[in-house]
């Protein structure tokens, strides 16, 4: 299993590459060891997670606040490569 600090760059330096120009409009510390920025623009919503653990880290968006019927993306880093699974 990766350390906590090897998921958080992974996944941070995955999503600046995707998001290189991305300004962060908002921002919120859901816990110590979980924060999610975001912008909107007139189409899109674009996200960054930053996480410290040591498996994965998921972000969901439900109409009711379950996860029946939520769309969900989970990430990891497995040998080094960033993996994502969207549900």
């Not at 919120?28 to 919503?45: F, G």
């Not at 880093?77 to 993996?83: A, C, F, I, R, S």
């Amino acid at each position: 299993m990766c350390c906590p600090t090897k998921v958080l760059f992974g996944i941070v330096g995955f999503l600046s590459a995707v998001a290189a120009a991305a300004h962060w409009d908002h921002a919120v510390d859901l816990d110590e060891n979980y924060r999610l920025l975001w912008s909107i623009s007139q189409q899109d919503i674009t996200f960054e997670v930053q996480a410290r653990t040591h498996g994965y880290v998921g972000l969901g968006f439900s109409t009711d606040g379950t996860i029946y019927g939520a769309d969900v993306v989970i990430g990891w880093v497995e040998n080094g490569q960033v993996h994502f699974q969207h549900d």
